[in-house]
């Protein structure tokens, strides 16, 4: 499998950023809870062009995941715009799935895939899923990117139930400073950073290609520690 979630991360059910005064979240009565999702149209298109711009770059493929049968205003207007930045495209295949429906189509052939453009929540879900399939959580690359600003982060997150115990898998978090070097590499037109992307890249795949060089999650028995001592070795080589 070799594929990209492309999510977009400024709006859907994530009360810290849905409103531009308060969150999402309300709670009316000690017993009801209510949560507001936010959707609009120039995110919606602004994530489905990223994802059609990283396509053409890739195998020429967008797969935008929805549940507009049900949720027919919020994600009728997202798919929307993603059918829309899809004209734009003509030289890219897409196609469209339900979210559910996603969620077992990665269990039974990942490789069809090549991007997949999601509202937030969904991204979230099926970017976990997609990492397990891979092998590990600590496998996936992730960053947050716009036109002007990007941050790397281990797509699983800080990880606190094995913080300090030398166990968590550093390659999530390599990979995706690899990420960042080629976002700079594409934004600055810096082939040296490009290139060390290639080399962090290579040297991940080449370490977890070995049995010995692997870490706990994986079924090795290297350690944080001594699996970055490791990396960092062969990018050096």
Request: charged letters at 25%.
């Amino acid at each position: 499998m070799d594929l990209v979630i492309v999510r977009e991360n400024t709006e859907g059910f994530y009360s810290d950023r849905n409103m531009h005064l308060g969150i999402g979240e309300f709670m009316p009565t000690p017993d009801v809870a209510l949560s507001v999702r936010k959707i609009t149209a120039h995110a919606s298109n602004r994530i489905a062009r990223s994802a059609f711009e990283l396509a053409r770059t890739r195998r020429r493929k967008v797969t935008a995941v929805h549940k507009a049968n049900v949720l027919k205003i919020t994600e009728g207007l997202f798919l929307g715009e993603v059918r829309k930045v899809a004209r734009d495209y003509p030289e890219v295949a897409w196609d469209e799935q339900l979210v559910d429906s996603m969620a077992a189509l990665l269990v039974r052939d990942a490789a069809r895939f090549d991007v997949v453009v999601t509202t937030n929540m969904y991204g979230d879900i099926l970017s976990d899923e997609a990492a397990e399939l891979a092998g590990s959580l600590g496998l996936a690359a992730s960053i947050n990117a716009s036109d002007a600003h990007c941050m790397a982060q281990a797509q699983h997150g800080s990880a606190p139930d094995i913080a300090g115990q030398d166990r968590a898998n550093p390659a999530s978090l390599a990979l995706s400073a690899a990420m960042l070097l080629g976002w700079l590499a594409r934004k600055h037109g810096r082939d040296e950073y490009a290139t060390a992307e290639r080399l962090i890249d290579a040297a991940i795949d080449e370490l977890i290609a070995a049995p010995a060089t692997r870490t706990p999650d994986l079924g090795g028995a290297l350690g944080t520690r001594a699996f970055t001592a490791a990396l960092c070795e062969r990018i050096g080589g």
